[in-house]
């Protein structure tokens, strides 16, 4: 396992420097905090991480309600409250630890082999948690209260975070992960994207697309960017448009509700598209 | 090894840890760093933890490295073309002393369109740098446009502030930015605060209470009967509207910067927003109160049990507060006088306070601080002033 490099997966256009970022956090332990703009492709670098060395994929979502030991483990009070009063069941009601369910942190530590865990939208959480929770993954062991048992990590997990955050983490958080920040992609870099997305699709119609995108993009005063998913997602509408025409790009942005979702944005960017149609 | 460098970050303000410098040795030890390349990548995703220093880091490898030359400090942002121009003439602003009180019933009447106008005839007339004398634009003269100089109701020009009434700020653009730094604690602010936070049981019934489950099950002899809750939710918004402009409220920053770090820690939704003295049609989503305007009526379409917090010392010019065209920034010309404006806000939302830094036994002194308590409760910016607030917008 130690062996095992990182250098990208089939669906995933990798920059050779997230690449090393990824190796080194392998090779010291330590979890990698991914942050940058929503829709960058950081959670589709643990997907790409999973498929690229073969091992697991445990994905927590992290939700803002969310307690540290729902992610570690759960005790399954009512299936126990169910078999002591019916008594029909294989397990053995006296015995908790049939009752206890691996969270996802849990699952990381118990499996059998090498896993990818990820971590998603940290964010979300309190601070508490985050803090908690990094200090279960620097131990590496947590205790289940019901049954006095400590659980440690058979195999070190592959620890990918992500955060949306505008709000920074705390600092006991950050001193324990290694950092990056994911760019946006620039034209060329999409242009790659674009390319593992949809091989072989007419290079005038990316051409285009592309540069409407990022052209849309710059436009002052928009509340949510468009991001590599929704460029994607407007590819493969005016794909499936029998009617469209690469050339009239040019003249005219259809599908703009693929790309810009918030109603004034939409406003906004409608304005511009039937500008460029008049020029 | 890169001790220097080290350093070198620390001392351009990049916060970087002992623990993660030691990690870097490890990555260095494990042979996991082969070239500068592989350092540069290396060492900035262990030591730097925000993309905010990625551009203070790259600075310091080029210099440390390559010996590039680390560019001077830029405190400011100045954007406005006549800024530049002002400032040549009014680099070096001189201690003024004596010229007060000359043609002071004179230029009192101006009011403040007829003092931009004032200011931009002066600017067309005048070719060079002026210090003293009373017309033209310098440094500590009675002129009313210029800056350091003692008008009553005269528009500065760049330069620090000496008299609170001498408001017009025409090339201002600086900002505090009151999210980056501040002091990191302060328990007592942070538990004022947390009562604000109002748990209530919200959304489906799909927790299972294991008590009351028990307890139903014994009182059904044994048959199983399973009670759910909806779980607690911290449902309370907030909006949180920060007074930063300018040099009026500087005394006040280290609290300011408390009260903000502890309110982002503690609510899940605290919506921010700036202004500079008082508010007119529009705040400000960013510090610098220039790119992201949210109109009130914006605002208005929020929910309108949203607690509203102002932060600020609502102290000011008259006629900032009363007059239609009132603010001091000359391109917000709204007609409404903000007095409506504040009026607007202190209907829409129930429950609003005003936090005012300054000390109450002061307030009397200062007219629209008077003004502006009798449209929105306001309260001192101390522990004590605080928990009363907070009881203010707690109550139903």
Redesign the interface.
């Known amino acids: 396992m130690s062996g095992a490099t990182f250098s990208g997966a089939s669906r995933y256009v990798l920059d050779a ?1 997230l690449a ?2 990824v ?3 392998m ?2 332990e ?1 979890p ?2 991914l ?1 940058g703009e929503p829709g960058t492709g950081k959670t589709m670098l643990a997907h790409a991480i999973t498929e690229s060395l073969g091992m697991p994929l445990l994905v927590l979502n992290v939700k ?2 969310m307690k540290l030991v729902e992610a570690l483990y759960q005790y399954d ?2 299936t126990r ?2 078999d002591s ?1 019916f008594g029909d069941s294989k397990r053995d009601v006296s015995d908790i630890e049939a009752y206890i369910k691996m969270g996802k942190i849990g699952q990381s530590f118990t499996a059998e082999r090498r896993t990818v865990l990820l971590i998603d939208e940290i964010d979300k959480a309190d ?1 508490d948690f985050q803090d908690d929770m990094l200090d279960v993954l620097d131990q590496m062991e947590f205790d289940i209260i019901e049954i006095d048992k400590t659980i440690r990590a058979k195999h070190r997990p592959v620890i990918i975070i992500t955060s949306n955050a505008k ?2 983490l705390s ?1 006991p958080f ?2 324990r ?5 994911i760019a946006f992609p620039d034209p060329k870099m999409m242009r790659k994207i674009i390319d593992v997305h949809f091989p072989g699709l007419n290079g005038a119609l990316i051409d285009g697309a592309i540069e409407a995108f990022y052209k849309l993009r710059q436009l002052e ?1 928009i509340e949510k960017r468009p991001a590599t998913r929704e460029l994607i997602n407007w590819l493969r509408a005016l794909q499936s448009d029998p009617d469209f025409n690469p050339k009239r790009l040019k003249e005219e942005l259809p599908f703009l509700g693929v790309l810009f979702k918030k109603s004034q944005d939409f406003e906004q960017a409608s304005r511009l598209a039937q500008r460029r149609g008049r020029y | 090894m890169f001790i220097d460098f080290f350093y070198k970050l620390r001392d351009h303000g990049v916060p970087v840890s002992p623990t993660a410098f030691l990690t870097l040795h490890k990555a260095l030890d494990q042979k996991l760093i082969q070239s500068l390349d592989d350092f540069y990548t290396v060492s900035r995703a262990v030591l730097v933890k925000s993309e905010r220093y990625f551009d203070l880091y790259d600075q310091v490898f080029a210099h440390h490295f390559e010996g590039v030359e680390l560019p001077a400090n830029e405190g400011l942002a100045i954007d406005e073309m006549a800024r530049a121009m002002l400032e040549q003439w009014l680099q070096n602003p001189k201690e003024l002393a004596a010229a007060l009180g000359m043609d002071e019933a004179e230029l009192q009447k101006l009011t403040p369109e007829q003092l931009i106008e004032y200011f931009k005839e002066r600017l067309k007339e005048q070719t060079e740098r002026h210090d003293g004398g009373n017309r033209w634009i310098g440094t500590g003269g009675t002129s009313p446009v210029g800056h350091s100089g003692h008008h009553p109701g005269g528009m500065r020009v760049g330069g620090e502030s000496r008299n609170h009434s001498a408001v017009k700020v025409a090339l201002e653009r600086r900002y505090k930015d009151y999210s980056l730094e501040g002091p990191l604690t302060n328990a007592m602010m942070g538990e004022a605060l947390k009562r604000l936070r109002h748990l209530r049981p919200a959304g489906p019934k799909d927790q299972v209470n294991i008590d009351k489950s028990i307890y139903q099950t014994m009182k059904n002899a044994g048959e199983i009967e399973i009670v759910f809750d909806s779980s607690l939710k911290d449902r309370l918004k907030i909006i949180l509207a920060i007074d930063n402009g300018g040099w009026s409220m500087d005394p006040y920053i280290p609290l300011v910067q408390t009260l903000f770090d502890y309110a982002k820690a503690q609510f899940k939704e605290v919506k921010t927003l700036f202004f500079h003295n008082t508010v007119y049609e529009t705040l400000w989503g960013d510090p610098a109160r220039y790119k992201k305007p949210v109109t009130l009526n914006e605002l208005a379409r929020r929910d309108p049990e949203t607690r509203l917090i102002f932060v600020g010392d609502a102290s000011m010019a008259p006629y900032e507060l009363m007059a239609q065209d009132g603010s001091i920034y000359i391109t917000d010309r709204s007609g409404r006088p903000s007095i409506a404006c504040l009026e607007f806000l202190a209907k829409t939302f129930r429950h609003s306070v005003w936090l005012n830094p300054v000390r109450k036994g002061r307030w009397n002194y200062t007219r629209t601080i008077n003004v502006i308590s009798q449209i929105f409760p306001m309260f001192e910016l101390s522990i004590d002033g605080l928990e009363k607030a907070v009881a203010r917008l707690t109550a139903m």
């Open positions: 420097e090393q970022i190796n080194v956090s090779a010291l330590m990698l905090l942050k803002s309600s009070t009512l409250l169910n009063r601070t709000k920074d600092d950050l001193g992960c290694n950092f990056h920040h005063g």
